[in-house]
């Protein structure tokens, strides 16, 4: 049944081994690799082992193997139940394990360990994380007004395009307005005003970006060239170097408030920056660059009539706060946050996570209960996690925008698992659940609501990029239209 979690508390589960094979030595690491990329896809990788053992906790190699990742044994678990093993931290250890079975050369990254390979235990963990907390703290009241004008831009923008080209980029869009909007949001610079930038910020920053993930992602590239030059070596750090010193040099000068809060807390200024400029442009910008656009996305596939509802109850919520859009307007808006959610659930901006069992364990799938031992690596993959149809029920892989509306809804948000954490918790110093979760539900619903004050409908293909190619104006009487 829909919404029935995870059963009967008191069943004592069967104990059954870790089902699953590792295969042959390297041989089998590469053309599992192959499997995941290429001949079956991420999704089909694991639902195709978790049927072949009958199990959701099952042995098998993740990317990307040799020569990247000295060892690509995991024990993946591919359930609401056992995924949130990965978040107990007197369990697992989360050192050096954000990207998985290996970890990018720390020279990008000016030689630190920033906070996301930073285990709890570990003393600059509470430091670099309670400096993110203070930052977004002192920056709470930037981020609508930021938000509102960057995207209103982008929408102008848009509407030029379609009358111009008969469609409108928004990908492309939403990468340069994101970048402007952190920027702007997090330290009051817009990194296209600074000398250390310009315009160059986000092709910058995903340059960056995509040094650190390309072992464990695909640019949609013939086999035959990926494959050697993404997946087999790393790429070498000195060819993006320039670009992380231009980088490095904008949050320099723009954070130079948080560094000073930084120092109050003993970090150095210089590891500070290094750690803040991660968490803005790996954590938030590529959340964003995959969070808004999926959004549109989901909703240009949807039945008309929630672009109704949503426009609706936005519409509402601003008239009645006075046509201005407010905290406390947002907090009204429960389907609008519903769709966010939604859309974090069906498809989570970081679909990996990572464990390395800190004693012996016992974890429970629905069905059985599985001996782990110390030091084994377990994986989530997210997805199966979040899709669970013991969970969810039949329409587990759907997106239903009113989910988690009302309040037998709001009870399923505890296996929303997007932000490293369950959805009904909280980030602390104590655990590394994203110290940004409530901004990133924020920043959804704010797309929405400039979406649906501005139109009452639109269209867009969706595949590799959401490209909007229509639009239908709301009135001019709409209150809080930018």
């Known amino acids: 049944m829909e919404g029935s979690g995870e059963g009967s508390r008191d069943v004592v589960l069967p104990s059954r081994p870790v089902p699953g094979s590792y295969g ?16 079956q896809g991420e999704d089909k990788y694991f639902e195709s082992r978790a049927e072949r053992y009958g199990s959701t906790v099952v042995r098998l190699n993740v990317p990307p193997g040799p020569f990247i990742a000295r060892d690509p044994r995991v024990v993946a678990l591919l359930d609401a139940k056992s995924f949130p093993v990965l978040f107990d931290v007197t369990k697992v250890e989360k050192r050096n394990v954000f990207t998985g079975t290996y970890m990018p050369s720390t020279s990008l ?59 409108s980029d928004f990908t492309g869009l939403n990468d340069t307005a994101s970048f402007e909007f952190i920027g702007e949001a997090y330290f009051g610079v817009r990194p296209s005003e600074s000398s250390a930038l310009g315009t160059g910020g986000p092709a910058k920053a995903a340059k960056w970006l995509l040094w650190q993930i390309c072992p464990i992602a695909t640019l949609g590239l013939p086999m035959i060239v990926e494959e050697p030059l993404l997946h087999t070596v790393p790429l070498p750090p000195f060819l993006v170097s320039s670009d992380y010193k231009a980088l490095f040099k904008y949050f320099s000068a723009a954070a130079s408030k948080a560094l000073d809060t930084a120092e109050s807390l003993g970090l150095p200024r210089e590891e500070a920056c290094h750690n803040l400029l991660f968490a803005t442009v790996f954590n938030s910008y590529g959340g964003f660059k995959r969070l808004l656009p999926g959004i549109l996305s989901r909703l240009a596939r949807a039945d008309s009539k929630l672009h109704e509802k949503l426009a609706r109850e936005i519409r509402k919520a601003v008239a009645d706060a006075g046509g201005k859009v407010t905290l406390a307007a947002l907090e009204k808006m429960e389907l609008t946050k519903s769709v966010v959610w939604e859309t974090l659930r069906v498809d989570p901006p970081v679909k990996f996570q ?46 239903v925008g009113d989910r988690f509306v009302g309040e037998e809804g709001r009870k399923l948000l505890k296996y929303v698992f997007w932000s490293n954490g369950p959805e009904t918790e909280s980030p602390s110093v104590d655990n590394k659940q994203c110290a940004g979760k409530n901004l990133v539900v924020l920043v959804g619903r704010l797309l929405l609501v400039e979406l649906f004050l501005r139109y009452d409908t639109f269209t867009a293909d969706v595949g590799a990029k959401v490209v909007i190619t229509g639009v239908t104006k709301a009135a001019t009487s709409v209150p809080g239209k930018a």
Do not use: W
């Open 109 to 167: 990254t000016g030689g630190y360990r920033v906070l996301s390979y930073l285990d709890p235990s570990e003393p600059n963990h509470a430091k670099v994380k309670q400096l993110l907390f203070s930052l977004l703290a002192s920056r709470k009241d930037a981020v609508v007004p930021a938000f509102r004008s960057n995207f209103g831009k982008l929408f102008d923008t848009v509407e030029e395009q379609i009358v111009s080209n008969g469609k």
């Open 354 to 399: 990572y464990g390395r069992a800190k004693a012996d364990l016992q974890i429970e799938s629905h069905d059985a209960s599985y001996s782990i031992k110390k030091g084994e690596m377990l994986f989530g993959y997210q997805p199966c996690a979040t899709r669970d149809t013991r969970v969810f029920g039949p329409t587990a892989g759907q997106f």
């Open 24 to 39: 042959v030595p390297f041989i089998s690491a590469v053309r599992d690799r192959l499997d995941f990329f290429y001949l």
